[in-house]
């Protein structure tokens, strides 16, 4: 008997295809942050993020979130420029991502492993101007932008310390793994920026708070606000006045 003709690609697709599984993806029509505001809006008190056991819920994520859009915007970061973004799995790693889409800016995501040379090439590549980097990870990132003509370089540095989301008045006390402590102990490395400014994470996080009513729903604390998706770009400032620019290590 001849040998049966050997199934094809497609069919082998064809029979193992979930039938209620879509063919195609079809990306939605309202940006990403949009998520967010309404799981906000709509489950203000359930956990969004969980680290070490403390969780972040959707509420206090959304709180965040707008506190780093307007810090990013009173940067000067505005539609269509780019952020790198360059730490470990973290809260402020979700933070910062949601937080410079919700500033309309490009998030520039950078592999924790890379090394000063190629950060070189990635600012400008990007063309970025501003970075929210772990301070694990600074010395790496400054060195690549002292290697950079003004120009070219960074002017804004936001530095990030994961043992930051271990810190907070409803969860002090719990516990955390010992490697986890040490990691977290060990104090940030002194780094030179050269002419660009350095923010600890605290400074993005620190607009005077105000108040907003969400239409039917509970009031939801934000820090600047900022219009979703705005037709013409809108630059946001905290309800304080600015901080002056300096360099500051922790």
């Known amino acids: 008997m001849p040998n049966a003709a050997a199934p094809t690609k ?5 029979a193992i295809w979930p039938p209620f599984v879509p063919r ?12 967010l505001i309404t799981s906000a809006r709509r489950y203000p008190d359930k956990t969004a993020l969980v680290f070490l056991q403390r969780e972040i819920s959707y509420a206090q994520l959304l709180h965040q979130v707008e506190r780093m859009a307007a810090f990013l915007q009173q940067r000067g970061v505005k539609r269509g420029d780019r952020v790198l973004l360059m730490m470990q799995n973290a809260p402020q790693l979700v933070v910062a991502h949601l937080g410079i889409l919700r500033a309309d800016a ?41 290697q950079l003509p003004p120009g070219d370089a960074l002017t804004h540095v936001i530095l990030a310390r994961y043992a ?3 810190t907070g008045p409803d969860d002090p006390t719990m ?45 939801i604390w934000q820090s600047c606000p900022i219009p979703v998706a705005p037709p013409v770009p809108q630059r946001v400032a905290c309800t304080r006045s600015a901080r002056s620019c300096t360099t500051r290590t922790r």
């Open 106 to 146: 490009v998030v520039v995501p950078v592999n924790p492993m890379n090394r000063s040379h190629e950060l070189v090439h990635t600012i400008t590549d990007a063309r970025a101007q501003v970075a929210i980097v772990a301070d694990d990870l600074a010395p790496d990132l400054a060195s690549a932008n002292a």
């Open 10 to 14: 497609k069919s082998i697709a064809d």
């Open 164 to 166: 930051d989301a271990l």
């Open 175 to 219: 516990p955390t793994p010992d490697a986890w402590q040490t990691w977290f102990s060990q104090p940030a490395p002194s780094v030179d920026w050269g002419h660009a400014c350095a923010h600890v994470w605290s400074d993005a996080m620190s607009c005077a708070d105000a108040p907003r009513p969400i239409e039917n729903g509970p009031t």
């Open 24 to 35: 195609h993806f079809r990306a939605p029509d309202t940006p990403l942050i949009d998520n």
